[in-house]
């Protein structure tokens, strides 16, 4: 079986081509991303009529190459018919730009040998996902091709649950269930409970910033590019290994209360007022220690709540597994206290591999394959197939 999947709820562009041989593996035979990271870092942040233009004009290209990886790729000329280009236009309404590159792109190429097409409907930035869900339902139309619509946050999850064995080869994993996923990326800090790959119940979420954003924006006041997130964990990182005594602490907002709800906002605000008082209203730069011991502060607060409330849920829930996934679970002082939170607790903790943590179309094409493989599969009628970018698991 093998399945194209497409992501582009964000900031990524990402196209799969994913084999499954046996009900237990897979096989990544064509993989193309790209991100658009450095044209948004100049702005602190994703613009998201930019990032539109940006998946509009990646999209084909990547698509190609990830065909052509999987030797899937036969180029042939067929103009379409006047129904076929009508049809395309229909589902592109208010993109007549990558209608126009739809139609080269099937007058270019003949019909891949695919079983299925996955794409992300959502949680992101809408205009962003549409051109995904355009893109989907056109090979969906024109190559006559089931689609399965898929939620980003659950492909968050299924990246955890994969392992690596030889070259592009990867086996699932056997869940102990229940498990619980704790979800940290740029736009969603969540906790989620898995009764079982495909039923998920949400118990908690960040009532304000995600933690993701928090790191981000906590970069940009100690003057460090967009996504900083890894930027601050490396500045922590080095103050946590001089020895040196924190000088500064920063609260840990909604730590004990009895819900799963996180905010971060607080930490941020209070982040804003310390660097205030300690440059006298801003008349002077920070400097490097002091950018370090700030980072390391915000870290450690951040990742304090981040793990206190996970591992109430596990106590509450019974729960055997503890999944991590989105950009912030490849953050290493977390997996380190998680390590440390899961192992006294007597339970497994699953991370996905560094590359798989950020936004990709593997993670897309894995939910996919799980659904096709355990037999419970969704693929609606194409024209209720819509983005939305609220959407919950
Ligand atoms: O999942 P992702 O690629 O995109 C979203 O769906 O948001 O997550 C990106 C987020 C950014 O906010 C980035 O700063 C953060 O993940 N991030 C990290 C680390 N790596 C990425 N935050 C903290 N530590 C890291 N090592
Ligand atoms: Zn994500």
Redesign the pocket.
Known sequence: MKILSIET??D?TGICILTSHTPDSVEISGNALASQIDLHAQYGGVFPAMAKREHTEKILPLTIEALSQANLLVQEKSELSEIQKQHIRDICTRDTVLADYLIDFFSSYKKPDIDYIACTVGP?LEPALWVGVNTAKSFATIWNIPLIPIN?MEG?IVTAVIQKTTGENFIFTNLALPALALLV????TELVLVENIGHYTKIGQTRDD????A??KI?RMLGLAY????K??KLAKEFRASGTTQPFILPRPMMHTQDYDFSFSGIKTAMLYTIRDLTEQNTRELTDEEKSALACAFEDAAIEVLIKKTMRAVAEHHIQTLIIG???A???Y?KEQLTLATNKAGITLLTPEQWL???NAVMIGLAATLQVLSGNIHTPELSTIRADGNMTL
């Open positions: 709820s964000c990524e992101g980003h968050h990326s740029g736009g969603h995600a933690v993701g954003e790191f981000d970069a996504p900083g997130g890894p601050v964990s989105g950009g912030v490849g953050n290493t977390l943590a950020t936004d």
